[in-house]
């Protein structure tokens, strides 16, 4: 079993539509969730992180964890085609000093 | 605030051959990651340093190592190059155990 899963991609919305973005993962302890965009060419770049339970909002996006069933959630709201890209979730396992990536779930959004 | 500094920026090296990569973390920040990416098998832990200690280290061959100076500074090296070493590896700085991790733009490595 993968450590952290996503929704297998791609993932193709219209411009202004919501994107949803799920990830599973498996280390029940696990402590810190994050969301990184990778553009084509660049490195990952942190875009939401979440620590407890619930929801999280920092501008078009959401981010959503439940801890109980072990899941991380990314919704973009009005998305834009600078939305396109490779979404990265990421976890921190318990007492492991490292990330823990998901394959990435590819995002394009059409104008 | 200056972000993670990684050098070289591209690198082309053969087979049996050896290469060195830096990595000067955001200031203030002393753990240091190291990751492999290839479109295969995405984002792999290779090893992680926090004040000169490695703490972490992924399921990668010996060939691949890496240590940390006091200044927090990291280099990884790879001995005995294989064409499958060819990727993007990325160091990432953070500032601490849980902490948001911040990546550099990465060194990308190609194994002719």
């Known amino acids: 079993q993968k450590e952290v899963e996503q929704n297998s991609g791609p993932l193709s919305v219209p411009e202004g539509a919501i994107a949803s973005l799920n990830c599973t993962y498996s280390?029940?302890?696990?402590?810190?969730f994050f969301w990184y965009r990778q553009y084509s060419g660049k490195s990952p770049e942190l875009i939401m992180f979440?620590?407890?339970?619930g929801d999280k909002e920092d501008g078009r996006f959401t981010a959503q964890l439940n801890k109980a069933s072990q899941y991380v959630s990314l919704l973009i709201r009005d998305s834009q085609p600078s939305d396109s890209a490779t979404y990265l979730c990421?976890?921190?396992?318990?007492?492991?000093?490292?990330?823990?990536f998901g394959a990435g779930t590819t995002v394009t959004v059409r104008a | 605030k200056a972000g993670v500094t990684q050098t070289p920026r591209y690198l082309i090296k053969t087979r049996g051959q050896q290469v060195t990569l830096s990595c000067s973390p955001i200031?203030?920040?002393?753990?240091v990651s190291w990751y492999q990416q290839t479109p295969g098998q995405g984002l792999q832990f290779l090893f992680e340093?926090?004040?000169?200690?490695?703490?972490n280290k992924g399921n990668f061959p010996g060939r691949f190592s890496g240590r940390q100076f006091s200044n927090s500074r990291s280099e990884m090296n790879v001995s005995t190059l294989e064409l499958g070493d060819s990727a993007l590896y990325l160091c990432?700085?953070?500032?601490?155990?849980?902490?948001?991790?911040?990546f550099g733009s990465g060194t990308q490595l190609s194994v002719l």
């Open positions: 990432a700085s953070s500032g601490g155990t849980n902490e948001k991790l911040f």
């Open positions: 979440i620590y407890s339970n």
């Open positions: 280390d029940r302890g696990s402590q810190s």
């Open positions: 990421a976890v921190n396992p318990y007492n492991d000093y490292k990330l823990s």
């Open positions: 200031s203030g920040h002393r753990s």
């Open positions: 340093y926090f004040s000169e200690t490695q703490r």
